[in-house]
């Protein structure tokens, strides 16, 4: 109780200096060194969920003490409650054939929605100061810089630059190449995420606000040149949705979409090309009209309702597919009414117009995920769950206010003694 007080945010909002310090950690953690740490019996013990668990106790009192939950939160959370209800309830019935895939999937259809909706609303104010959002960014940028070393390090000189229980889980150092990261002759880049798909999935999602806070033009092209050397596919077709999506909402020009996208996917094409002439890796990855054997599961689909009666084997790349073949008709809706609950529940409730930038990137970064899980979700993997409720949490965040929302800060907050800040329109604590 004497943590969660000084957790609880002080008055008018001002995060406290507990809540920056725990919500800097997590930050640090989820995104810079999200694979450090040790194996149990198979199962990955990572410091960034181990700071997840140690700190959703004392954050869930804050909140509890911490005054009235938005209706936003509260329909999101209800919203996502169903398919961890079927989870559970088909688990206890028919058991699992591995216990890492069925604890991996209770922690994130159950647990990490939790954490992130329910125990961390207390760090909303902190989460969305605009020092913390420059400290995601950098996060971002410090992985996308590390990954570039590492791939132009492996790849032509042949050094492995891994450090054991920080950059790479201990079980797993020296066996990157053997976690489906070749491509031709040439070793994706999967810098601290050991998987050149999961690094791209989750820079996919962390990407649209780190570009929100940081619009420099030479960190956005590093960025960018590190998700494309994943040599995904998936995340290549990741890249030209947020294109896509970028314009309309978070710049709110649906006109302007039209005219600039085009430039925008000739750019990634001539990238693309270049890339390939350069690096000499061959195009046939591109033409697999298997995806990469993906599709190879697809008749393998029942449209059942409840899913067959045979014990939980696992989600695959394809993730509704997955889904419909392990949990049915009911655990395929309710799985799609899941990931669009932070959606629909901001939507509902706040509207599209009333959205800051902020809130807007973190929406693009959503959809960005809803459409890549068709083809390769890296659902079970850490730690792409908990990158989507991050992104969640800043869709649902009311601290989010629109640039010229009035703001008030308290009189000896920092705001209150230096003015606001030029970055203050993305976020006020």
């Excluded at 058991?95 to 922690?107: E, K, N, P, S």
């Excluded at 132009?152 to 079980?171: K, M, S």
């Excluded at 889904?323 to 990931?339: K, P, R, T, V």
């Excluded at 509902?348 to 083809?375: E, H, I, K, N, Q």
């Amino acid at each position: 109780m004497q943590a969660a007080q000084f957790i609880t945010p002080r008055k008018n909002g001002v995060p406290s200096a507990a809540a920056l310090v725990t919500a800097s950690l997590l930050l640090f953690l989820l995104i810079a060194m999200p694979k450090g740490g040790v194996k149990i019996e198979r199962i990955p013990i990572t410091f960034s969920y181990l700071a997840l668990g140690l700190s959703a106790a004392p954050c869930l009192a804050a909140s509890v003490l911490g005054g009235r939950w938005g209706r936003g939160r509260v329909l999101c959370a209800v919203l996502a409650l169903p398919l961890p209800l079927i989870v559970v309830l088909r688990l206890a019935a028919n058991g699992y054939y591995d216990q890492g895939f069925a604890l991996a999937l209770v922690t994130n259809a159950l647990v990490l929605p939790a954490v992130f909706i329910v125990c961390f609303k207390s760090l909303g104010p902190a989460m969305a100061d605009p020092r913390l959002l420059r400290f995601l960014s950098t996060c971002a940028l410090l992985v996308a810089c590390f990954g570039l070393l590492e791939f132009a390090a492996r790849n032509f000189f042949g050094w492995n630059l891994e450090v054991p229980y920080i950059t790479v889980n201990a079980e797993d150092a020296g066996r990157i190449a053997f976690k489906h990261n070749m491509r031709a002759s040439l070793v994706k880049l999967v810098s601290t995420y050991n998987n050149g798909n999961i690094f791209g999935v989750c820079m996919l999602l962390v990407g649209p606000v780190a570009f929100a806070v940081r619009p420099g033009r030479l960190w956005r092209l590093v960025y960018c040149l590190a998700l494309f050397l994943t040599l995904s596919r998936t995340v290549w077709a990741g890249m030209l949705v947020w294109l896509v999506l970028w314009d309309p909402i978070y710049r709110r020009r649906p006109l302007s979409m039209l005219i600039r996208s085009p430039h925008h996917l000739l750019a990634a094409l001539a990238l693309g090309a270049a890339g390939i002439g350069v690096l000499s890796a061959g195009v046939d990855f591109i033409f697999d009209t298997s995806l990469g054997g993906r599709l190879y599961t697809m008749p393998d689909a029942r449209w059942t309702l409840l899913g067959p009666d045979a014990p939980f084997a696992g989600i695959g790349e394809m993730t509704y597919t997955s889904f419909l073949q392990s949990f049915g008709l009911a655990g395929l809706l309710a799985f799609a009414i899941w990931l669009a609950s932070p959606v629909i529940a901001c939507l509902s409730v706040d509207g599209f117009s009333t959205l800051g930038p902020v809130r807007r990137a973190a929406l693009v970064s959503l959809l960005v995920y809803m459409v890549v899980c068709a083809v390769d979700g890296a659902f079970l993997l850490i730690p792409v769950a908990a990158l989507y409720w991050l992104m969640a949490s800043y869709l649902l965040n009311p601290a989010c206010r629109e640039p010229d929302a009035a703001y008030r800060p308290a009189r000896n907050s920092v705001h209150g003694r230096e003015g606001r800040s030029r970055n203050s329109g993305f976020c006020q604590a």
